[in-house]
T-cell receptor, first 114, second 116 residues
């Protein structure tokens, strides 16, 4: 089945540690995105990538880093510089060849930092 | 700047009632896309519908219908004869069709609870 995989579903870390969230897609989509969701709020864009080896900052990139070495993978690292890392993180992808613009989402990773 | 407002934070209705979720947007572009997503308790966002700014026809899909009105910058979503399985958080989103990443701007979401 084609889709987006995020692992793990729940992640716990101690304050001061970097942590990397996985996002893999087998939809052959060029564009990939990372969003953050806080309770009772909408999604906010952290980083996005339109093609391999290229990515841009979104609205709340501070304290995060990404890489895009392969088309199917777009891992997100939450660094110790991120002041409030506890949140629900969603990865998405989009087919740039289609002028449809909808993004398809993975199941998300809930990160708790204590 | 783009903005999406979902003024209804939470809605609770009894099963079989009709319910409308409001969405108001702001954009300076003449070409844009509007979306609705459903987020069930599992957390994954499920794509429901896309509408472009040149197509104001209302759309119906089973019990779901969408009313797009450019004159009021609104894209409202109605569920007819609601069911418990419709309980979820619903997000409205906007994307400007400019060259680039086609980023989505989301509203804050409406939590819909359907009571049996």
């Amino acid at each position: 089945d084609g889709g987006i995989t995020q692992s793990p579903k729940y992640l716990f870390r101690k304050e001061g540690q970097n942590v990397t969230l996985s996002c893999e897609q087998n939809l052959n989509h060029d564009a990939m995105y990372w969003y953050r969701q806080d309770p009772g709020q909408g999604l906010r864009l952290i980083y996005y990538s339109q093609i391999v080896n290229d990515f841009q900052k979104g609205d709340i990139a501070e304290g995060y880093s990404v890489s895009r070495e392969k088309k199917e993978s777009f891992p997100l690292t939450v660094t110790s510089a991120q002041k409030n890392p506890t949140a629900f993180y969603l990865c998405a992808s989009r087919d740039r060849d289609r002028s449809s613009y909808e993004q398809y989402f993975g199941p998300g990773t809930r990160l708790t930092v204590t | 700047a783009q903005k999406v407002t979902q003024a209804q934070t939470e809605i609770s209705v009894v099963e079989k009632e009709d319910v409308t979720l409001d969405c108001v947007y702001e954009t300076r572009d003449t070409t844009y896309y509007l979306f609705w997503y459903k987020q069930p308790p599992s957390g994954e966002l499920v794509f429901l519908i896309r509408r472009n700014s040149f197509d104001e026809q209302n759309e119906i899909s089973g019990r779901y219908s969408w009313n797009f009105q450019k004159s009021t910058s609104s894209f409202n979503f109605t569920i007819t004869a609601s069911q418990v399985v419709d309980s979820a958080v619903y997000f409205c989103a906007l994307s400007e069709a400019q060259a680039g990443a086609q980023k989505l701007v989301f509203g804050q979401g409406t939590r819909l609870t359907i009571n049996p």
